[in-house]
């Protein structure tokens, strides 16, 4: 596995499938904001079919997620993506968390095609923005995820523990967001 950006970082971990050589974990950059919103597109629409409005779902846009990251990167913001023989099929991006009373940094962005599921690339992902949190001083990990999201077996195996949840509103349906933490 390749680890690309301004300087190389070591990962936590490493993909156990036979086919890791051909995942690059790399900065993202102003250019891949049109493959990032196809990755956060389709991964909500395989993830959420048959648990929140359809309608919902189908009304996702990339064009609309590709004008967010364009204005995230233009304003200092940050994400790593996930590439397989130079597809993106994953990203991660986070920041300083919205409840600093849990922790101070939060993963607010972790998205992986399903066809890419089990190979471990969710977990280079989840790593490469775990360090760039702890190198930008955020001490304590904090993700949010919808109930209803399959995965979230990933995030306890890899040791998050439930420290609240929220009710929300998405596409007019009633949800609950569960919050994984990881202290330091």
Known sequence: MAVQGERRMAMLW????????????????PQDARAIAEVYVDSWR??????????????LSVPTFE???RRTFATRGWAFVAEVDGEVVGISS??????????????????LLARHHGRGFGRALFDACHMELARRGMSGTLIWVLRENPARGFY?????????????KIGGASLTEVAYHWPD
């Not at 306890?156 to 929300?168: F, Q, S, T, Y």
């Open 67 to 69: 004008r967010h990251w």
């Open 94 to 111: 986070g920041g300083r968390c919205r409840r600093q009373s849990i922790a101070t940094g939060e993963i607010y962005v972790l998205y």
């Open 156 to 168: 306890e195996r890899l040791g998050g523990k439930v420290v609240c949840e929220n009710a929300i």
């Open 14 to 29: 490493l993909p156990t499938s036979n086919d890791f050589s051909s995942l690059t974990i790399r900065r993202a950059r």
């Open 46 to 59: 395989e993830t959420y079919r048959g648990k929140m409005p359809q309608a919902y779902l189908d009304s």
